[in-house]
């Protein structure tokens, strides 16, 4: 087996497995019910660009389908940090509520240990990078 043929599965396995963490997290956010309030729905959605760039790249790999995928890619894991903020505000507007006069100290260990889970956003970005791990160095985007 050649060395490009080894690379060229190695992007595939990529590809597979960043969509699988998109398939997972959806399944996930529907089983929480992640979806009472507008800005739920945008895991949804974010999971959704990337499973759908993700197929496009896996089955019809040209290079502007990989350009749109290293762009998909960068959107979903920016866009997670929003999901981080919402996490934290959350958990530090319920603390707020409940233990007005809490310490500083109290409300920052509440807002990182809270109800919402503050990394849990982070697996958007990891699908995202390992997205963009399948594109290093691909043939398709050498410059020539």
């Known amino acids: 087996m050649n060395p490009e043929h080894v690379l060229t599965k190695l992007r595939q ?5 960043a969509a699988g963490i998109f398939v997972m997290t959806v ?6 019910s992640h979806w009472n309030e507008t800005i739920q729905f945008l895991p949804f959605a974010l999971s959704g660009l ?3 760039t993700l197929a496009f790249a896996y089955f019809r790999p040209t290079r502007g389908i990989l350009n749109g995928m290293r762009w998909s890619m960068l959107v979903i894991a920016a ?3 929003i999901g981080f903020y919402e ?3 959350n958990n530090y ?21 809270g109800a919402n ?8 970005m990891l699908g995202a990078v390992i997205g ?6 691909h043939p398709l985007l050498e410059t020539k």
Request: hydrophobic letters at 60%; proline letters at 5%.
């Open 13 to 17: 396995y990529l590809l597979i497995i």
């Open 27 to 32: 399944t996930e956010l529907f089983f929480l």
């Open 50 to 52: 990337g499973l759908l």
């Open 79 to 81: 866009c997670s940090l």
């Open 87 to 89: 996490h934290m505000v």
């Open 93 to 113: 507007g319920f603390w707020l509520v409940i233990k007005p006069n809490a310490t500083t100290w109290d409300l920052i260990k509440a807002t990182l240990e």
């Open 117 to 124: 889970p503050v990394l849990a956003p982070g697996i958007l």
């Open 132 to 137: 963009l791990m399948a594109l290093y160095k």
